[in-house]
């Protein structure tokens, strides 16, 4: 007997269901990582949009609790890509959009805690060294006054491990055919 059988319209049917299934799963595991790696400004904001009427107090009630164990009549409103920024942000690509589109951002506090305005926090950004913390509430408030980033424009490049001496970013240990050197080291290189 087999398992399963292509030409069987039984078996092609219950494979499509649990396909779904296994898709709906993994998006759910996803928004509750995405959720966990969120700054709790952006928790704060996700939640608001939810609902005009009652998101301060969704946001309120909910910003401290596991996106699992959110009612599904809010996470089902809510978009959590629009709101997961990358793991590092760029504070001078951030300073950078800020000023070229210091026109949609409006006047006034932009950043409460520490009486920033607009042009405090472009300069706090260019000049200070402020916290992914800091970035994160920046950002939230942005989305709040109703202006859009694209975070890919903002996101901090990754930092690569190269080697310097020689150039070509490859172990100099090595021989070339993938194997490590007999060399005095021991075959290992620390990238020191």
Do not use: C
């Not at 898709?23 to 608001?48: D, G, H, Q, S, T």
Request: cysteine-free; aromatic content about 8%.
């Amino acid at each position: 007997m087999k398992i399963f059988d292509f030409k069987n319209p039984k078996h092609v049917q219950i494979l499509k269901e649990e396909l779904v299934r296994a898709k709906r799963i993994l998006k759910e595991y996803n928004e509750n990582e995405m959720w966990n790696n969120m700054p709790e400004p952006l928790r704060r904001v996700a939640l608001a949009s939810a609902d005009d009427d009652m998101g301060p107090d969704f946001a309120d009630e909910y910003a401290d609790m596991d996106w699992m164990r959110i009612p599904d009549t809010i996470t089902n409103r809510i978009n959590l890509s629009d709101y997961a920024l990358p793991k590092r942000v760029s504070k001078s690509k951030l300073a950078d959009w800020m000023s070229s589109n210091r026109t949609k951002l409006g006047s006034g506090i932009l950043y409460p805690d520490a009486n920033h305005s607009v042009d405090g926090v472009i300069k706090f950004l260019q000049q200070g060294n402020p916290s992914q913390y800091y970035i994160a509430k920046v950002i939230a408030e942005l989305i709040e006054r109703g202006v859009r980033i694209n975070f890919k424009d903002i996101e901090d490049a990754p930092k690569m491990d190269v080697d310097i001496s020689s150039g070509t970013g490859m172990d100099p240990y090595s021989m070339p055919g993938g194997k490590p050197s007999a060399g005095y080291m021991g075959g290992k290189w620390t990238g020191d």
